[in-house]
């Protein structure tokens, strides 16, 4: 049970970093699912990138003195058991599927915008500095993957029949 901003704040800590976990083997998966190789590059890039957010997670959760937890984050398992669905049973083109896959990865993105910009929004409501500094980085990274998806994918719309 949440009662406090404090324990509203653990508990989405938690769910990011479940989240995080769940998206490094999706991102796997995803990029080995396409063939444009910018999207390619685009994924395995990310998914560096949400190694070292899972560290920075594990930073703030020692700055409040906290056990790096999951939580299971039903939202960014549904995103992905949809991509998951859509490439089993669709039969789609590559063409279709690079696009479908960079709209996917879309998808995700914004999800963990809000969720970094909540986590925010309750660090800094209970005075967490550090804990600010490291979700403000893992916030970065995601708008730009999330602004680089948004111009691949009109890129990828244009070679749809
Ligand atoms: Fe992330
Ligand atoms: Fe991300």
Do not use: W
């Amino acid at each position: 049970m949440a009662t406090t901003a404090r324990e509203l704040f653990e508990h989405e800590l938690r769910d990011a970093y479940d989240a995080e976990h769940r998206l490094v083997d999706s991102l796997k998966e995803m990029s080995s699912k396409v063939t444009d190789p910018e999207l390619t590059k685009a994924f395995d890039l990310h998914r560096e990138q949400t190694q070292r957010q899972i560290e920075r997670l594990e930073t703030v959760f020692s700055s409040i003195d906290f056990k790096p937890e999951r939580e299971s984050c039903k939202g960014i398992k549904g995103l992905i058991t949809e991509f998951k669905e859509f490439t089993k049973e669709e039969n789609s083109s590559t063409e279709v599927l690079n696009f479908f896959a960079a709209v996917s990865a879309k998808k995700v993105e914004h999800y963990e915008i809000v969720a970094y910009e909540s986590l925010m929004q309750l660090a800094r409501q209970l005075g967490l500095r550090d804990a600010q500094a490291s979700l403000r980085e893992n916030l970065a990274e995601e708008l730009a993957t999330a602004d680089q998806l948004q111009g691949m994918s009109e890129k990828l719309l244009t070679e749809l029949t």
